[in-house]
């Protein structure tokens, strides 16, 4: 059988090159807009106020992302398996549970960022009366109350398609705007509010397709008869027959070792429930401190060349930056598609088919990728004069960014199989540890080589964390094959 004709043949792989076609298609629409809006935006402030944007747009994901909990792991990863032995109730309480986790991080993050935005102003931005900027576009962290579980509702159904057609939406919505600005030569304060539209309708968007394709799924009344109030216990019938399973506020009560399960009026004792309920809640912290650890050494490069640097090296930086990010553009849709697949292989100890399936997706990263990353190298300065002759010296940074975002993007599945497989505490040590040694070499050595010393760190960070993530994947892998 020929190379192509196993992947051909492959009904797996062929679900997950359909599913991620179609987020792809979407996805690349999405992606031209977003370099029309970036190039169009970068030409009308000038590297300092494109920079000042990105610290401005930067720090209110950051903070939110500190916060999060990485709803939509969460979700993939337990409601995914809930589904697949076709545990509605519990689907449904774990759903709930997120979404109002999620919804008061986010209200606490607004309140955060626009708590801070003054010190942001003067520290990170370096531009004085820029606090407003910092509040305002926060607003776009209400709107996006619930996408996490969203996202990770989409996922689980099999549905994420759905999430490309918002993000092309919220595309075309702010790629307009910002080409209004540009032709009638609009403010820095218009170009964010064009940013904080996308995001709004982002964020209602994925969150009005997630409910209704929830409801299909598990019925009308999943979530208005749902409580907090006990365990996973069977509370009542809804109207339309679904029996709703709660999750109970005391988990973590030390005095209690046994949950109970009322059936016919007989209290029987199911120890299990609370062991089920306390793996839900440490992976959740460990998401919350994965997502924290993230986005301190690895998504908050604007600011953090904002706060070693200026506004305009910042300016530099995020061209270069937008340029190498382009990879994840393919990678997004496999990510999400993927993560669903390994789970439920997982889940049925399919550990010979899983090893051929993650062995057939990193042949197809390695080959897109490399293309990509020799066309952005050739073409890298001629990429940059887009935005403007003068960004054109962000190319040292372009070519040093690739080498970390290629390697990321070929195992791109090194966290996911961890999570999936129970070990969620590897990748955060993993990445606390890289990222605390490349923070330590950022201070004398960015300040002094400037945004290229961030790229060459953040490319270092990748490569040691995710090669040791994805040693240990495979190791587990091999271990649990073995019995």
Known sequence: MSLFSKFKDDPLIGRVIRSSGVLFSSNTISLALSVVQSVLAARLLGPAGFGLVAIVTSYATTVNGFLSFRMSELVVRYGGEYLEKDEKEKTAALIKAAALSEAAVSLFAFFVVAATAALASQIIAKTPNTAMLFIVYSLGLLANFNTETSTGVLQMLGKIKYQGLVNLTQSLLTAGLITFAFFTKGSLQFVVYAYLAGKVVLGFGIFSIAFFQLTKKLGSGWWSGMTLRHAFFPAKQSSDGLQLTPLRP?????????STVQVSGENQTNPSHEMDLRELF??????NLSATAILVFRESEILWVGYFLTSEAAGYYKAAYAIASLLSVPANPFILTTYPEINKLIVQKSWLRLKDFLKKITAIAFVYNLALAAGFVIFGKWLLSIYGEQYTAAYPALIALLAGFTFNYILFWNRP?????GL?????KTTVIAGAAKLALAFPLVPYFGYVAEAVL????????????????VKEIRMRDEG
Do not use: H, K, Q
Request: proline fraction near 5%.
């Open 250 to 258: 005391d988990l973590l009560d030390s005095a209690r070792n046994r």
């Open 282 to 287: 440490r992976f959740a912290f460990s998401s």
């Open 417 to 421: 199989l961890l999570l999936s497989l």
């Open 424 to 428: 969620p505490e590897f990748p955060l």
């Open 458 to 473: 953040l490319s270092l960070y990748y490569i040691t964390s995710v090669g040791t993530i994805v040693w240990r994947g």
